[in-house]
């Protein structure tokens, strides 16, 4: 996107204003990195990470109402010839469930592989020591996983 102040750039950001705040999810047994974009669906900012409990669900349909999030993006782990794995498999029954509890919003599955690698290079590239930041970790995946969707609907959006 150029930020010359055109129209076409105006326009579409008034476009995603309008209509989607997406929150990204990087699925983890034990812990669940959630992160949201900004209000023009630009950017990925980490939020929290919940534990993977039963009351995960009351505290993402509190993000989710306070936020006004309307699109889900899920990572869903691949190997890296592109098959699906166990972890993959508890991924998608965990989207299942957010559709179960979700059914107005809009579900992405995400290929969120490498996220996790590339989340320890953000980190330890800020100065943080990555083993004393595993909650941050996922919260930062799940950053990844939200800002490479942002990217791909910017890039479809020009092309337009």
Not at 19 to 46: N, T
Not at 81 to 102: V, W
Not at 137 to 149: G, N, P, R, T
Request: net charge positive; hydrophobic share 40%; aromatic share 4%.
């Amino acid at each position: 996107m150029k930020l010359n102040g055109s129209k076409a750039s105006s326009h579409r950001c008034l476009k995603n204003f309008n209509k989607m705040r997406p929150l990204g999810i990087d699925f983890g047994a034990s812990r669940i990195g959630v992160a949201i974009s900004d209000e023009l669906g630009m950017l990925a900012h980490p939020l929290e990470t919940i534990p993977n409990d039963d009351a995960f669900l009351p505290k993402l349909q509190k993000i989710v109402l306070k936020k006004g999030i309307s699109v889900i993006v899920v990572g869903i782990p691949r190997n890296m010839d592109g098959s699906y794995g166990p972890a993959a498999e508890k991924a998608k029954l965990f989207m299942s469930q957010l559709k179960t509890e979700f059914p107005g919003l809009q579900l992405v599955a995400w290929d969120e592989r490498l996220t996790t690698l590339e989340a320890q290079r953000l980190l330890h590239a800020a100065g943080r020591d990555v083993k004393k930041s595993r909650p941050v970790i996922d919260q930062v995946a799940a950053q990844v996983i939200l800002q490479s969707y942002l990217d791909s609907v910017a890039m479809a959006g020009e092309t337009e």
